[in-house]
């Protein structure tokens, strides 16, 4: 376990006892104020609306639901494999670990048994997307603080790892890159290579900004002590994932129900002392060195051999198979047109993505659509929480905490 | 991290081994009356030994075009998860369509808008939610979305937005920065 470094607390800049008399009998009616929908802090379309006394929230309620756009029902409609590019936008910035968790659920039901090589792959990029989503999370929430420079230093690095992503998958942000069984394709030549690279310009950066926040007095006053969230409602209110860890609970499903060979790699999970958003950001800064590692250890390990499995029910054909053989031909066709087919049952299945437990339940009727999918987008639980966590604080800690919990409507309203 | 997963569910097993079963993906599973619901899961989140901390995530299944024919409409599933143990568990009750359910938001904060979610878009009660209305869907929004009769391609254009200030008062009241007036 490493914990986020201590820093010494901080001498109170206000005390009580400094506000002048005649204001104790002022008395003043309580403000209302919308915070977003439309506004660049608020990271999407999210609405809290506020109580305000003075500038501090005497009570807030939050609206969502702007960018619903009925991804459960969506999926009925589609095949399996069709459901992966609606996933790629639940959490936009972590495209591909979104189509991990759906593929390794959907995998589960049907009982496949994906290939060694492709749980490595899987575990190699799923981790660069946790380190790029961790790099914007931490990058917006510097920006919405003030400390604009901050996040050069980390999209930079961010546009590097899309470079690659690009190469390997061809999109930059909505990779679509899992298939039931698979992957859409290998690595390619220089994959390895380009990764390290690219690692090592992010643990220079990730230390560089790390180097000019971590004990700036302006960004510890800002972040330290605000909008703590203690571990036992945090665990009430289904916190997982990073603002969980922060909190001080050590739950990581790498480490509690590790799968693709998780167990294998050295790493460490990144805990925090008091749940505020100086640790929530912290603790996503050790999470990227965390990553980092494992990452580094995947390529040493990664093993030769097919990356999609051998199975004429899950698999398409090669190309040649298709246009030159009619077994291939009609296999082919009937993998697209009636899809991967689950057998009757349900399954729930979850992976640790960027932002926690992403869960999917996912019920079959036997055909090659799935009967019902109910994702558990980990943004959802932690927003839920949301209003009782700025209550007491001021409209600028709103802006700082919004940020910390990394909230991605997409994921959050499907 | 003192008790083992298994442990766990073998002790879920012990006290309800008439609705205990092990799905064929290994998951352990926990098919419950509807009236035992409440208590059953009070049962899971209170007591030491067994500890479910967490409400991963609730809903609601409509089986209307499920091939396999069931007596029931619906049917309500939890998604539970114990800290300490690390153990799993699913409980699903069967639902009929003019049957409430009874809130857990009493027992997990994460219910408030599973619960809230779960009822928009399948249109099943959940009796003892003091905030129960519509979360993703549009507050004039008619008719329950998830629902297997519900057409994927209907559109309903809704353009006034909430004000906010009904569920405002609401939590004002429950920070006690409003009192309510009694009326006689």
Partial sequence: MMRVPGIEDKSPVLAEAVVPEFYQDLHTDLMFLNVGPSHPASHGTLRTFVALDGETIAAAVTEIGYLHRGFEKTCELRTYNQCIPYTDRLNYCSAILNNIGFAKAAERLMGVEITDRCKFVRVIVGEMMRVVDHLICIGTNLVDIGALSNFWFLYNKREQVYTILERL?????????TRIGGLARDLYDGFEADTLAVLADIEKAAVNVQSLVAKNRIFVDRTQGICILTPER?????????????TGVPLDLRKTQPYYHYDAFDFDIAVGSKGDTYDRIMV????????????????????????????????LPGK???????????????????????PVGEVYDATEAANGELGFYIVSDGSGYPYKVKCRPPCFYAFNAFHEMVEGHMIADLVATLGSINIIAGELER | MGVSANAVLANVQRLYPNFFTLSPTQEAVLVVPLANLL????KLRQDPDLNFNFLMDLTIIDYLTHPVPRKTRFEVVYQLFALESAARLRVKAAVQQAESIQSVTGLWAA?????????EMYGLKFDGHTNLRRLLTHKDFV??????????????PLNDSDTLLEEMEQRLVFKGLKTVEVEG
Wanted: charged content about 25%; overall charge positive.
């Fill in chain 1, 169 to 177: 998958t061809g999109a930059r942000l909505t990779n679509s890159f």
């Fill in chain 1, 234 to 246: 945090a665990i009430s209110y289904g916190f997982t994932g990073p603002n969980l860890r922060a």
């Fill in chain 1, 284 to 315: 996503r800064f050790i999470e990227i060195e965390q990553s980092i590692r494992i990452i580094r250890q995947a390529i040493k390990m990664l093993p030769g051999g097919p990356i999609n499995v051998d199975d004429k029910r899950v698999t």
């Fill in chain 1, 320 to 342: 040649a198979d298709t246009y030159q053989n009619i077994e291939g031909l009609i296999n082919h066709f009937k993998l697209i047109f009636e899809g991967v087919k689950a």
């Fill in chain 2, 39 to 42: 208590e059953t899961l009070t």
């Fill in chain 2, 111 to 119: 219910a408030d808008w599973a619960e809230r979610e779960a009822w």
């Fill in chain 2, 143 to 156: 008719g329950y979305p998830l629902r297997k009769d519900y057409p994927a391609k209907k559109r309903q």
